[in-house]
């Protein structure tokens, strides 16, 4: 057993699910990595075996990851540290349970579930849910995070013998599988595996899903695929892929399929916010476009106004429409950015008021910001190779002002845009 199996193998997740196991999990206070040391010696003192003690302390370290994922569901869950890494944020597989859920899906078999955060969503949707996992440690962990849900069963087995075991929803029956979701693993040996024939399962089997005879399937892929595979004669041709940021962040891309899919839409590109209302944090939805009637963004100069699209419409390649829908154009075919003459905004863009556009050249830059007073600058680059740090250290600049850099190209040349945010 390595260091990190200590307490998520097979004998810590035995030692824990005996009762006095999972009393002492239940009533250790809250995880502080300063007092873990001291607390296991106690308890080793007061006589708790070696290995329910660390099992406990590993369980209780990462319920405290996990809240990041999570919230308060963390604290009754167990984990493994590879399938906290793998799992889907909560309110986004809540999302996934939700649109199956729309798709008229009744009972979903959730096709590599690891420690079940996708699966717990489509469960709290009261939707009867069937899922299965290979590795043994991480389904026993699953078993005992869907506990409250009767109508949810973990299987130990191979998904890609789906619907061997399973029985499928036939016409006349009530009760067989009608939905699919997968969420491949998609790291190996801690590295993010890019070839999607070697996710596991790999993509290609995801793709033959709808020939189960499912309504609607659902498969998590990398944020980078590539869009050919829904284009009318791609692979994937009649799924929708669908890109989701939380924050900023792009956390994922899934291929729908079926009554899960949008009839005439490839791509889309859906922005979510944590907000705080009413004390509790909630993620919320600022917006959503696709690729439906996408217009072809014109391109032209440097306006008053630059926006930065967030990074799901970026990876779903509808930063046009962003463009479209502001009045806007690219300053460049190749480049992310939309610019406006004027001052307008989007809910899924940044906008930066233009100060100055110029040539690269590192002198000019450095003399036109001193000139400017500014002390203190963002740099934010693309289409260029320049690394922002280096620049930054490289400006050796001093003063009171702020401004954000922006390293970009302009009609295939490379300038420098000075820009403050707005709004
Ligand atoms: C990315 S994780 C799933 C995470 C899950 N959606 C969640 O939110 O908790 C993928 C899981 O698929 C499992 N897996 C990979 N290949 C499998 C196969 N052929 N059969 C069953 N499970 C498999 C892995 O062991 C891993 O636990």
Redesign the pocket.
Known sequence: MTAADEGTGAAGLAALLRPDGWALLGALPPYDPDRALALGERLRADGVPAETVAAALTQSRLRAAARAKLGGFADGMLFTA??LE???RLPV?ARHADRLRAAGATRVA?????????ALAVAGMDLAVDA????EA?AAVATVNLRHFPRARVHL????GFPDALPLARPGTTDGVDAVWT????RAGGRRVTDPERW??PLSWALGLPGTGVRAVGA?VAPGVDHDLVAADGPAAGWTAAWTSVDGDVVEAVLWWGAAAVPGTRRTATVLRTVERDGATQVQEVGTLSDAGLPQAPVGDVGEVLLEPDGAVIRAGLVGHVAAEVGGRLIDPSIAYVTTDEAVSHPLARAYEVRAVLPWGLKRLRAHLREQGVGRVTVKRRGSPLDPEELRRALRLSGDGEATVVLTRRAGERVVLVCDPLG
């Open positions: 590879d399938g793998q799992a889907t597989a959730d096709l590599g579930c690891g420690i079940g955060v996708d299965v996992e290979r590795d991480t087995g191979d998904a890609t969420d491949p693993a998609r596991s399962p998590k």
